[in-house]
């Protein structure tokens, strides 16, 4: 048995009220008849997912590391669709004053556009997003929930290719 079902069952139990104390009860053919008092409670359960999506930080390099590293690599904006699977995501990056770019499990970077509104600034500790029914994260539906409290859309995705 579900819990919510469990859970209204329990509660829809009836309640009968004492019978008045009197002389005389009222009787028909031996059968009392009183005042019955049904009260019902009504219980909502709802499940609620809350996916948290960290900052992602840069690998700390030490000299010798620099030097042998080789000259850092410029990317190209591609076109990518309007929604990415939530799970997939695993990290952020804040990029310039609207753009957030986020590392995915495949180790693709696709990079977000925030609404005109938005700062990318505010989402410096990741992120909070409701898991929607699809499961997925699309633009101009989902809000992305920043730590500090502010809340943004997304207005596109693109996928980021090394040139």
Do not use: W
């Amino acid at each position: 048995m579900s819990l919510s079902l469990y859970a209204s069952l329990l509660l829809a139990t009836p309640v009968v009220s004492e019978p008045p104390i009197t002389d005389a009860p009222a009787t028909t053919e031996g059968v009392f008849i009183g005042p019955a008092e049904y009260r019902f409670a009504q219980v909502r359960i709802q499940k609620r997912i809350i996916i948290r999506v960290p900052r992602r930080r840069p690998l700390r390099a030490t000299m010798a590391d620099i030097s042998r590293r080789p000259a850092p690599t410029t990317y190209k904006e591609k076109k990518i669709g309007k929604c990415l699977p939530m799970t997939n995501i695993l990290g952020v990056q804040r990029f310039g004053e609207r753009y957030l770019d986020l590392v995915t499990k495949d180790r693709q970077q696709i990079r977000a556009r925030l609404k005109k509104k938005c700062q990318a600034r505010s989402f410096y500790s990741g992120f909070y997003m409701e898991k929607s029914g699809d499961g997925k994260i699309c633009v101009n539906r989902d809000i992305l929930h920043s730590r500090t409290g502010s809340k943004c859309e997304i207005d596109r995705f693109r996928l980021l290719v090394p040139e």
